[in-house]
């Protein structure tokens, strides 16, 4: 079935370097040569499917299969491979179930078989129900593939795949513990793993109670460990907008202490206008202090990470810049109430409402937009 041929060899060692289209040219000058090379078939097969050739990497499959019908890594290929050919998913699980047959003791068929038959079948049913699946579905769907799953992991216990697939299998049929269970074995197996990571990240930064500053931190903990990660640097500017989002209601209580300051809110109306110098520099007081130590201060204790990605999110995104508008005009506001020294009260009531309500009027709805 194997050959010790330097060609193969070499082949094999590009296929590993992701050197694709390399090995495919090796493979097919040595195979040229010997055409009844299973191991040079199964390699070919695999650049091919690489390079999402599928309908080539099938006839691969086919030829290492044709000069050893018992191998089982050309099946477990096949079985991947039809997945993406026209999705015949029943000659995808009938090549898996043979070589689960043919190697029992393997836990790498299993993973492999777990995995296609749970997504055919949530396919097959998705198709029947228009679309449509309720979560005893989902719970039916799930037993085989989790038997199959729970049999590769009894087999290849340190194997990442492995619980890979019964994470997947857990999480989409409802069962919460068990797909964090499976997450963490598999961050101990692979502390760099994205995905694990990033599920991980988000359960521990979206539980209730958790500050912006602290999700960001975690985010940005989590994007140094695996900075590619997509799904981690949403998470990062989600949190980066919940913290701009904040410095809007620091500018509205700014607003409510200028409001308070001339007398908007009190009953008396015959309080002396227009307020002293003194009193218009004391009023710059509570204002300070509030950005001091509700921004500045918070801003400063802030991971470097995160404090660039609050730049670069008000770079590349609408609504950040928006809701920095809204507080320098709430500022704007504040700071004409207190520090001009108006005589009657109209204008200062219309600059008050000004700083509030272009705030409010998106308040609720950017929740969603960030």
């Known amino acids: 079935m194997t050959t010790a041929h330097p060609a193969v060899g070499r082949a094999d060692g590009l296929l590993g370097l992701g050197r694709y289209e390399e090995a495919a040219a090796l493979l097919g000058g040595h195979l040229a040569e010997y055409p009844d090379d299973a191991r040079a078939w199964l390699l070919l097969g695999r650049a091919r499917h690489a390079l999402q050739r599928h309908r080539e990497a099938l006839d691969a499959c086919d030829e290492a299969l044709g000069a050893d019908p018992q191998y089982v890594d050309a099946l477990i290929l096949r079985g991947t491979v ?151 640097r949403q998470g990062l500017d989600h949190a980066s907008y919940r913290l701009l989002r904040g410095t809007r209601w620091l500018a509205l209580l700014c607003v409510a202490l200028a409001g308070a300051g001339v007398g908007l809110f009190s009953s008396d109306t015959s309080r ?50 928006i809701v920095l508008g809204q507080a320098a005009w709430a500022m704007v506001c504040a700071l004409l109430l207190t520090q001009v020294p108006w005589t009657e009260r109209t204008v200062p009531e219309f600059l008050f409402w000004a700083g509030l309500l272009p705030t409010f009027v998106t308040l609720w709805f950017d929740r969603k937009t960030g």
């Open 82 to 232: 039809l997945r993406h050919v026209d999705g015949r998913f029943e000659e995808a699980e009938e090549a898996l179930r043979a070589a689960v047959r043919l190697a029992p003791h393997h836990w790498y068929p299993y993973a492999r078989l777990a995995d296609l038959v749970f997504r055919a079948r949530l396919v097959r049913r998705g198709q029947a129900r228009g679309g449509q699946l309720e979560a005893r579905d989902l719970t039916e769907l799930a037993a085989e593939p989790a038997a199959l799953a729970r049999e590769a992991l009894r087999l290849g216990p340190e194997e990442v795949y492995a619980h890979e697939v019964a994470q997947l299998i857990a999480r989409l049929s409802g069962d919460a513990a068990a797909a964090d269970a499976l997450d963490r074995a598999i961050l101990r197996l692979d502390p760099q793993h994205p995905e694990a990571l990033a599920r991980r990240t988000r359960k521990v930064a979206s539980a209730a109670g958790v500050r912006a500053a602290e999700a960001a931190a975690l985010y940005a903990d989590a994007l140094a460990v695996t900075p590619g990660s997509a799904a981690l």
């Open 272 to 321: 002396a206008l227009p307020l002293s110098p003194g009193q218009r520099l004391w009023d710059l007081v509570p204002m300070a202090v509030i950005w001091g130590v509700g921004a500045l201060l918070r801003y400063r204790r802030l991971r470097a990470g995160v404090r660039i990605n609050l730049v670069s999110l008000v770079r590349r995104r609408l609504w950040p810049r």
